[in-house]
């Protein structure tokens, strides 16, 4: 499971029928550095299917590949991410030598 920023909604003209209800949602993975602060680079971006509700610039909890898909089994979705939990705050505790 990944942390990411949603950057935008991705619009279809036409889509599986497995996926009515739901939006799909550009968003960019945070590294590490990303979330303490330390880099503004980005990582590429990816479409994920969101069935929470996340709006632009929320914070996410993705899961990515085969896992992606599990929470719908028997119901087959052709997804690579789906987003897991929208989250409202992140709190670290980091080591000595890191702060």
């Not at 003209?13 to 330390?38: E, I």
């Not at 990515?64 to 929208?86: L, Q, W």
Request: charged share 25%.
């Amino acid at each position: 499971m990944r942390i990411g920023q949603v950057i935008g909604t991705v619009t279809l003209n036409r889509r599986h029928p497995s996926l009515a209800g739901a939006r799909l949602k550009l968003v960019v993975p945070q590294s590490w550095d990303n979330l303490f602060g330390r880099s503004e680079e980005s990582m590429g971006e990816i479409v994920v299917f969101d069935e929470l509700g996340a709006g632009v610039g929320s914070r996410i909890a993705m899961s990515e590949g085969r896992e992606a898909a599990m929470p719908f089994y028997p119901e087959v979705k052709p997804i690579d991410a789906c987003n897991a939990a929208i989250l409202d705050t992140l709190e670290f505790d980091l080591p000595d030598s890191e702060q």
